[in-house]
């Protein structure tokens, strides 16, 4: 591969906020790996992107398990070389009642933002770690701080994700290799079109941000990087709420988050 400032795997490129990502890390010279299911959207953003730097399509549902993640991304950074940067966007959301989901969802749900995120970070950190630079940067979400109604086994599995990150920081501290977790609120992306996930859009769509935002939030961590960050920034109001009461946290985010709240209730007035 011809020269570039490094080398980057994002899941989740072919669409927003990795699709994002990934053009925001090759206008910086980095070649990158995109990662997803859909072959001929990889295939498109890597024709896009070869003015800046080469990009390879890598078709991949992270949800199949650590030993085919690692054959997948061995044998795409057997042709790009190392990775010096892992973003780990993949993910799809839900929005329902936890009785009324499925327990097959809750297990995809934990494969995919969990297990996946895992099995491309044991993928990926021997070579970092021996090269003694990387940098690992997982996309969470601001519901794994607060739980808001209706996202049981998103949130529990975001959460999974950051409080491993943070473990991993500890234990690679002195090892030249950072992580961070990106906790993104209400993105204007694709991802509010699956399943009941339309009727959270319509009353949230004001309070939403665009997917460009989180990509330089992303891309800036790599010049300053920091282990946890919210998008938009004030959404760190949130720590500190939780950290003086989190009675206070957890009453705020019901009443804004209820069904009944979105229907017209506090805060989410027309
Ligand atoms: N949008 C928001 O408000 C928001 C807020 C906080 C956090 N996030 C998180 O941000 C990340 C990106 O979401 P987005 O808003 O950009 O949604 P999006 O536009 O729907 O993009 C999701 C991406 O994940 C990929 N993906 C989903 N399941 C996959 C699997 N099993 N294997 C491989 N790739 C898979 C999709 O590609 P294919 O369909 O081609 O596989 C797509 O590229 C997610 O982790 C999401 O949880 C989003």
Known sequence: ????????????????IGQETARALARRGLATVLVARQRDRL?????????????????????HGEDTVDSV??????????????????GHGMYGSFLDTAADELHTLMRVHYFG????????LPSMRARGRGHVINI????????????????????????????LATEYSHSGVRFSVVHPGLVDTPFFERGDLPRLRVRTERRMIQPELVARTVVGLLDRP?????VPRHYRLVDAIAACSPTLLHRLVARQSRPHA?????GDRP
């Not at 991304?73 to 993949?90: H, I, Q």
């Not at 995120?117 to 990926?124: C, E, H, L, Q, T």
């Not at 920091?226 to 919210?230: A, E, F, K, V």
């Not at 979105?262 to 506090?266: D, I, K, N, P, S």
């Open 1 to 16: 591969m011809a020269a570039t400032r490094g080398v980057a795997i994002v899941t989740g490129s072919s669409s927003g």
């Open 43 to 63: 295939e498109a953003l890597a024709r896009e992107l070869a003015p800046y730097a080469p990009s390879v399509p890598l078709p991949l549902d992270l949800s």
């Open 73 to 90: 991304l061995a044998e795409a950074t057997a042709r790009t070389g190392p990775a010096d940067v892992l973003v780990n966007c993949a």
């Open 117 to 124: 995120p895992v099995a491309a970070i044991r993928a990926v």
């Open 140 to 167: 969470c979400s601001m519901s794994s701080k607060m739980g808001p109604w209706g996202h049981t086994g998103y949130a529990a599995a975001k959460a999974a994700l950051s409080t491993f990150t943070e473990s």
């Open 226 to 230: 920091r282990l946890q960050t919210c």
């Open 262 to 266: 979105l229907l017209g209730g506090v």
